[in-house]
């Protein structure tokens, strides 16, 4: 059975109006990056972290999914056994545009973790201040559920797990700099690399397509690809 696993970061939603930290310097949302995402900031200042994710939670209420989150849907729904959907991505503009059964590997913004129980629960949009306490084991200890650096991400087994049986890998919108995917791609027989530019840490000669252009001019060439795949076997 021909296994396609389709892995997105950033540039995935970029084009829904969801700014990314790795485009501005090392600020996101003026804010510097350690200090809102790193386990050491969270210790320095616990309700800095807690606001910047509230916000960025309501920020993303009103965004919508663009053309690439709507081509992997499509081809989710179309071969739900034989694709994965992972992302980098917090949002939640896959589910809005259909997807299902999408593994966030960094968490996702919508959800609230607690510390004691580790149980993780939905939330919406909402502001953490309106929890006073985990549903499961009643503690007071809440907190966003994003990975921060600094912290296991626990899915990334799921990843390499998913990489050992992937026949196709298609990387849409990341730079490289977290994940190896370059790496990757060495493992599975075809892959397909589409960024907005070249980054220096992703090797696009073990690519067997890359296209560098936007995430939603080039999801119509790769579903073509993918679609091609599972009806030859190769691409």
Same mark, same amino acid.
């Given at each position: 059975?021909?296994?396609?696993? $389709?892995?997105?970061?950033a540039?995935?939603?970029?084009?829904?109006?969801?700014?990314?930290?790795?485009?501005?310097?090392g600020?996101?949302? &003026?804010?510097?990056?350690? &200090?809102v995402?790193?386990?050491?900031?969270?210790?320095?200042?616990?309700?800095?972290?807690?606001d +910047? /994710?509230?916000?960025?939670?309501?920020?993303i209420?009103?965004?919508?999914?663009?053309d690439?989150?709507?081509?992997?849907?499509? !081809?989710k729904e179309? /071969?739900p056994?034989n694709?994965?959907?992972?992302?980098?991505?917090?949002?939640d503009? !896959?589910?809005k545009?259909?997807?299902k059964?999408? $593994? *966030?590997? *960094?968490?996702?913004?919508r959800?609230?973790k607690?510390e004691?129980?580790?149980?993780? +629960?939905d %939330?919406?949009?909402?502001?953490?201040?309106? +929890?006073?306490?985990? #549903?499961e084991?009643?503690? *007071?200890?809440?907190? *966003?559920?994003?990975?921060? +650096?600094?912290?296991?991400? #626990?899915?990334y087994?799921?990843?390499?797990?998913?990489l050992?049986?992937?026949? !196709?890998?298609?990387? %849409?919108?990341?730079?490289?700099?977290?994940?190896?995917?370059?790496?990757?791609a060495?493992?599975?027989?075809?892959?397909?690399?589409?960024n907005?530019?070249?980054? =220096?840490?992703?090797?696009?000669?073990?690519?067997?397509?890359? =296209?560098?252009?936007?995430?939603?001019?080039?999801?119509?060439?790769?579903k073509?690809?993918?679609?091609? /795949?599972f009806?030859?076997?190769?691409?």
């Amino acid at each position: 059975m021909n296994k396609v696993l $389709i892995l997105s970061g950033a540039g995935l939603s970029a084009e829904s109006g969801i700014r990314t930290f790795r485009s501005n310097n090392g600020m996101w949302e &003026e804010h510097n990056v350690m &200090e809102v995402c790193s386990v050491q900031g969270f210790i320095q200042d616990r309700q800095l972290v807690l606001d +910047f /994710y509230d916000k960025r939670r309501k920020d993303i209420s009103d965004k919508l999914p663009n053309d690439s989150h709507f081509m992997i849907s499509g !081809l989710k729904e179309k /071969y739900p056994g034989n694709i994965t959907v992972m992302t980098q991505n917090v949002d939640d503009l !896959l589910e809005k545009s259909g997807c299902k059964e999408v $593994i *966030h590997l *960094h968490g996702k913004l919508r959800e609230l973790k607690c510390e004691v129980c580790g149980n993780e +629960f939905d %939330i919406e949009y909402r502001s953490i201040k309106e +929890f006073s306490e985990c #549903p499961e084991c009643k503690s *007071h200890s809440l907190r *966003h559920n994003v990975v921060m +650096f600094g912290e296991p991400a #626990p899915m990334y087994q799921r990843l390499y797990n998913e990489l050992m049986k992937t026949d !196709l890998l298609v990387i %849409i919108g990341t730079s490289g700099e977290v994940l190896p995917v370059s790496q990757f791609a060495s493992y599975t027989r075809y892959s397909i690399l589409n960024n907005l530019d070249k980054s =220096f840490a992703i090797d696009d000669s073990i690519f067997t397509y890359t =296209f560098y252009e936007r995430a939603t001019t080039a999801a119509s060439k790769i579903k073509k690809i993918i679609s091609e /795949y599972f009806e030859t076997g190769k691409i």
